[in-house]
């Protein structure tokens, strides 16, 4: 674990700029779907539950979910800086979002079937893959593999 605290901010408006450079960071990588434009991150934002990760005062990342009809939450988006990967930051950040959603039934995610590391890190909270990879599925020309924690 990364030496310092970690803690999750609501983003706000004026966070677009610094959410798009951490996005940016990881938009030649194929494993993973970036917001790229202003636009898509002011409309995450303002869907409400969209944090930015804090290592003591420095934005290092970002997590996003959603409430989803019937009851049930689709965390759609976790990025760490690369710089800070491999560090714990993505687990705490995990954990603290499925603190807030402790009440909630059924999560799911997707992820890119080669994206190990992220699998592993879902596995070892408690998520399933569910069925077979779906093939561009973000119109990205990549496959993503949906996860679902379920909770009785």
Excluded: W
């Excluded at 930015?52 to 689709?74: P, R, T």
């Excluded at 020309?141 to 909770?151: C, D, F, T």
């Amino acid at each position: 674990m990364e030496k310092g605290k970690i803690n999750l901010r609501l983003a706000k408006l004026d966070d677009v700029d610094a959410v798009l450079e951490i996005e940016k960071n990881l938009s030649d990588v194929k494993t993973y779907s970036a917001l790229t434009e202003k636009n898509e991150i002011t409309e995450e934002i303002k869907k409400g539950f969209f944090y930015l990760i804090k290592l003591n005062h420095n934005v290092v990342g970002d997590i996003s979910y959603e409430m989803k009809d019937g009851g049930y939450a689709y965390i759609s988006g976790l990025t760490v800086l690369p710089e800070f990967q491999g560090k714990g930051i993505a687990r705490k950040a995990m954990e603290i979002i499925l603190e807030k959603l402790k009440d909630v039934k059924l999560i799911d995610l997707v992820t890119h079937p080669k994206n190990e590391r992220a699998i592993k890190l879902y596995e070892s909270l408690g998520f399933k893959k569910n069925g077979e990879p779906m093939e561009n599925y973000f119109g990205d020309g990549e496959p993503r593999i949906k996860m679902i924690l379920e909770k009785y």
